[in-house]
């Protein structure tokens, strides 16, 4: 494997102190990061988490940024639980304030969004897949509350989706911005669909952007249904995880 060129500043591997720890869902923790790069990254980057135990052993997993670029001097990342991850099972158990993790970064050139790009923005996420969908609506909000933008999360329930209560403000408070909540286990239960598509793109126009995130099966369906609804391949752009 080629190792990156190491003088490109976001290969090089620093230390990040925890600044903040707080709960979003009951699997889901947010943790705000000291980096030099807070203000000057793209909604949608992520970043690289590298832990390294007494003998030596690695590992390092790539998590999305949620918060838009901003002059605090943090970024926030929300990290799920995950059966048996090495390195989601430190930050639920173990990470604390004051911690300092190695990270690289930001990476990330195609699956970003920033206010020069425009609009309609359409954004299809599913479970944590809506984290870096998170950025891009922060900082829509911050700096181009004029593009005209809708969200498809779909979730198991309620209680499980990330920044709910954020959403469900900007939806209720952010001209322009609509929420669609898809619960796959509650109440009757829906999935993605072509008619939760439609809905979107009644409401939202042609968009020019198109954005999905998720699990690898989630974000095929979703692309399939975006396709055939006669979006432009080129327009849509895929970020997917797991199996």
């Not at 870096?132 to 700096?143: C, K, Q």
């Not at 979703?222 to 609804?229: K, Q, R, T």
Request: negative net charge; contains cysteine; proline residues 7%.
């Amino acid at each position: 494997m080629t190792e990156p060129d190491a003088s490109l500043p976001w290969t090089a591997w620093r230390e990040a102190p925890i600044t903040a720890v707080a709960p979003v869902t009951p699997r889901v923790k947010s943790f705000r990061l000291a980096v030099d790069f807070a203000d000057r990254f793209r909604a949608g980057q992520h970043v690289d988490l590298r832990l390294t135990a007494e003998d030596g052993y690695q590992a390092q997993r790539s998590y999305s940024i949620a918060s838009a670029p901003e002059a605090g001097g943090t970024i926030e990342l929300m990290i799920e639980a995950l059966p048996d991850g090495e390195v989601s099972g430190f930050f639920a158990e173990v990470a604390a304030v004051g911690d300092a993790i190695e990270l690289r970064g930001p990476i990330g050139g195609a699956f970003v969004w920033g206010p020069e790009d425009g609009g309609p923005l359409l954004l299809v996420g599913g479970g944590s897949g809506v984290v870096p969908l998170l950025a891009m609506l922060r900082l829509r909000a911050l700096a181009a509350p004029e593009v005209p933008c809708r969200l498809i999360y779909s979730v198991r329930g309620r209680a499980e989706a990330i920044a709910l209560a954020e959403l469900e403000t900007r939806a209720r408070d952010e001209r322009g911005f609509g929420l669609s909540l898809l619960t796959t286990r509650e109440g009757a239960g829906r999935r993605i669909d072509a008619e939760a598509v439609a809905e979107a793109l009644a409401d939202l126009g042609n968009p020019a952007h198109v954005f999905v995130c998720g699990s690898n099966p989630f974000v095929a369906a979703a692309a399939d249904l975006l396709l055939g609804a006669g979006i432009a391949p080129g327009r849509i752009r895929t970020e997917r995880f797991g199996g």
